[in-house]
C-alpha cells in the first residue's frame, strides 16, 4: 500500500526567501506525482503534475523534481509571496487512477 | 468551460442520522467522478470512484455508500450517521484515466457530526 509522507508539516518564512517541501512515497510503481494548492477550507487546486517518465516541471516560480528511484519528489518555490500561503499537498497515482496523498505541508509567508 | 458543484458547503448532523452529499459537474461527458474525505489530522481519503453511471468501486470499508444516478452527479450517502463522519468531503472529476490527467476538485462539504 502507497505511504506518501511530507516534511516540513508546517513551515513559517518572511516574504522573498526561496523553499522547499519535501515528499516521499514507499512504492516507486507511480504513473505520476502532483503537487496540489489547498487554501483555508476551500478545495484543491492543482499545480503541477509530473508523469513517471519525467524529472521534473516548471509552472512560473515553482518547480517539481521526480527522483521516483529513490521515491522522493521536491517542490521549489522561489522569491515566496504572502499570496502562496496555502497547505500544500503531494499526491502520487498508480492503480485504478487513485491518487495517494500526504498529510501536506502548511506554509505561512509572512510580509 | 467545465465546473464543478457541491452542496451543501457545510452541516451539522447528530448522530444517527442520515446523509446525503451531492456533486455536479458541469461542461463535460462522461468524466470519471471521486469522493475524498479529509479528516482532522490525517491526509485526504479516497471513498468511493466511479468511471460511469452506476458503477461505483470503494476503497474504504465504511458506513457511507456512492450513488451516481446520472453521467455527471455523483451522491454521499449514509443512513446512520456516527462520529468518525465528520471531516471535509471533497468531490472531484478527471476526463480520462489518461497518467497526463489531474482531477479536478470541488469546493467541498464541511461535515460535522455531533
Known amino acids: 500500500k502507497q505511504e506518501v509522507t511530507q516534511i516540513p508539516a508546517a513551515l513559517s518564512v518572511p516574504e522573498g526567501e526561496n523553499l522547499v517541501l519535501n515528499c516521499s512515497f514507499t512504492?516507486?510503481?507511480?504513473?505520476?506525482l502532483q503537487w496540489f494548492r489547498q487554501d483555508p477550507g476551500k478545495g484543491l487546486t492543482s499545480l503541477l503534475l509530473i508523469q513517471s517518465s519525467q524529472r521534473e516541471q516548471t509552472s512560473g516560480r515553482l518547480n517539481a523534481s521526480l527522483d521516483k528511484s529513490s521515491g522522493r519528489s521536491t517542490l521549489y518555490i522561489a522569491a515566496s509571496q504572502p499570496g502562496d500561503s496555502a497547505t500544500y499537498l503531494c499526491a502520487t497515482l498508480s492503480g485504478y487512477s487513485t491518487l495517494t496523498f500526504g498529510k501536506g505541508t502548511m506554509l505561512l509567508v509572512s510580509p | 468551460s467545465q465546473t464543478i458543484h457541491q452542496w451543501p458547503a457545510t452541516l451539522v448532523q447528530p448522530v444517527g442520522s442520515p446523509l446525503s452529499l451531492e456533486c455536479t459537474v458541469e461542461?463535460?461527458?462522461?468524466?470519471?467522478l471521486y469522493w475524498y474525505r479529509q479528516a482532522a489530522g490525517r491526509g485526504l481519503q479516497l471513498l468511493f470512484y466511479s468511471v460511469g453511471i452506476g458503477q461505483i468501486s470503494s476503497e474504504v470499508p465504511q458506513n457511507l455508500s456512492a450513488s451516481r444516478p446520472q453521467d455527471r452527479q455523483f451522491i454521499l450517502s449514509s443512513k446512520k450517521l456516527l462520529l468518525s463522519d465528520s471531516g471535509f468531503y471533497l468531490c472531484?472529476?478527471?476526463?480520462?484515466?489518461?497518467?497526463?490527467?489531474?482531477?479536478?476538485f470541488g469546493p467541498g462539504t464541511r461535515l460535522t457530526v455531533l
Open positions: 512504492d516507486s510503481a507511480i504513473y505520476n
Open positions: 472531484a472529476w478527471g476526463a480520462s484515466l489518461n497518467v497526463a490527467d489531474t482531477q479536478y
Open positions: 461542461g463535460t461527458s462522461n468524466p470519471n
